[in-house]
């Protein structure tokens, strides 16, 4: 056995490597993995205490199950980063969230120990089940194990999978790792001995006779069978709901305590029965002074110093666009008592904090539950009130049903508030905003708006706050605001009308969203060339100002459009009306710039739009690319 001054990490490459450890030297090796954790954390900022809290449990997870055989499935993904220590990435950790370095979540390209990537929340069930079940039918062997936080169990896609479990069997293996439940169940020595018990083979060999010896049994005595069986194990541990749903239910185990853990998931690699339930709980930040006293946990992190734990602090700059929405609707809700604020787990990420201090009784966070939260806004909309329903664009894809089915086909007026719209720098392709334009644009009823700045985005909250004759759309993007003044009074948009900012006459930018300030930086560029140049912010994705585009595509020779999202936006939009009026049949030229048809891997911001070709010297460089290619035409046709 290694000295305890041995530092055990740098023997450990790989899972196989620490499977050759004794399980006495675990707990020194938990002990190193969590400071290379908070280490690398520290330098490249990321989430930090939902990793430190299943330090121990990702150790004995890779002990004791055949890792990569055995699919290891995290749900979401923020607490992935000991894991990927743990499996030939430690090299590489001090990438995490940069460009060309390790995602910030488990993905498939990365590792074959990351079978299934993940940053959205519950899915882990229902994938690992899939891998179980996909081994079953080959009959290969493997495991699906799922590890999944109580929060991500608030969202019905993690019971829908639980409820079709059943055909696993004992090759489907849910660990709940429960960091966050008001009232947790007691974690102590006896709770411990208790869940060795009833996860050892011979209970569960026991616990199968009594079942197939009670249905031979007069159905009295069945019953009492069954229901002691219940009480026995309510009593001491409670897992009835998991129980119904066709788990063998085990825990709570302390999650921190090697000792209790690695025998109680010994016994469930082994056990017979199944679909297991694994109980742990853990607490977030573990290990690490500043983040165990932090609110937050130290959830999302700057980078920091580790001994002080304090973070760098960006500069001082504009307010972010999340918070000058959160303060309009308060001054809106102020003023209107219909005025009511939903959200699915992201309170402050939404901005939505202030509003649920200044009115509680009109804030609803309904976890992690996008479809319930939109049809839930449908509803208020339909008895007249006039909900706000604030959602990430990647997360409200989940609702698309719900935004298509409950509220566009019955036009009742919710008001959506697209946070974190366009690219988001180290959260890379799974938190992008790439496409709500595209999914929502495209809807009958649907008006939708798209900030060029937080002034203007005071002016859409303020419109859609007045707005009842159907659903209505702001998207904004993540981060500070440009810098420009906030208006002390807000104005009322008249909807489908845009606005042009800069007179010019040769060359014709139109701008959705906060692409406006590369547009004037691009007429800067082309006016020192000799091309003077309009530039428009349109403000509308749904309804387009019909009037401004015909005015500004025939009456310029080249028009560019540019906007934060996919193929299939506003461009798009644009050139369908133009052909539908008969524009482009004399031969005018339309460019659109849009995000590419890639999914984009994390960067800065400002890197991610240079590659997306969205700055000033792409606009730029497609202007003078269309003049060449009319200049080549014209003498073609001469």
Known sequence: MASSATPLLDTVSTPTDLRKLHPDQLRQLADELRTETISAVGTTGGHLGSGLG?????????????????????DVGHQCYPHKILTGRRDQIRTLRQGGGLSGFTKRSESEYDPFGAAHSSTSISAALGF???NKIAGTPGRGIAVIGDGAMSAGMAYEAMNNAAQAGNRLVVILNDNDMSIAPPVGGLSAYLSRIVSSREFLGFRDLARKLAKRLPKPIADGIRKTDELARGMTMGGTLFEELGFYYVGPIDGHNLEHLIPVLENVRDAEEGPILVHVV?????GYAPAEAAADKYHGVQKFDVISGVQTKA?????QYQNVFGAQLVAEAAKDPRICAITAAMPSGTGLDAFAKAYPDRFFDVGIAEQHGVTFAAGLAAQGMRPFCAIYSTFLQRAYDQVVHDVAIQNLPVR???DRAGLVGADGATHAGSFDVTYLATLPNFVVMAAADEAELVHMTHTAAQYDTGPIAVRYPRGNGTGVALPETPELLEIGKGRVVREGKKIAILSLGTRLEEALKAAEILEAKGLSTTVADLRFAK????DLIRKLLTTHEVAVTIEENSVGGFGAHVLTMASDEGLLDGGLTVRTLRLPDVFQDQD?????????????TALVDTVLKALRHNIAAAGVSA
């Open 54 to 74: 299943v330090v121990e449990l990702t150790a004995a997870i890779h002990y004791v199950f055949d890792t990569p055989r055995d699919r290891l499935v995290w």
């Open 282 to 286: 853990t607490k977030k930040g573990k």
């Open 315 to 319: 500069p001082p700059g504009p307010p």
């Open 604 to 616: 800065k911001p400002e890197r991610q739009y240079a590659q997306a070709g969205l700055d000033a």
């Open 416 to 418: 959506f508030a697209i």
């Open 132 to 134: 179980a079940i996909a």
């Open 543 to 546: 309804p387009l100002d019909v």
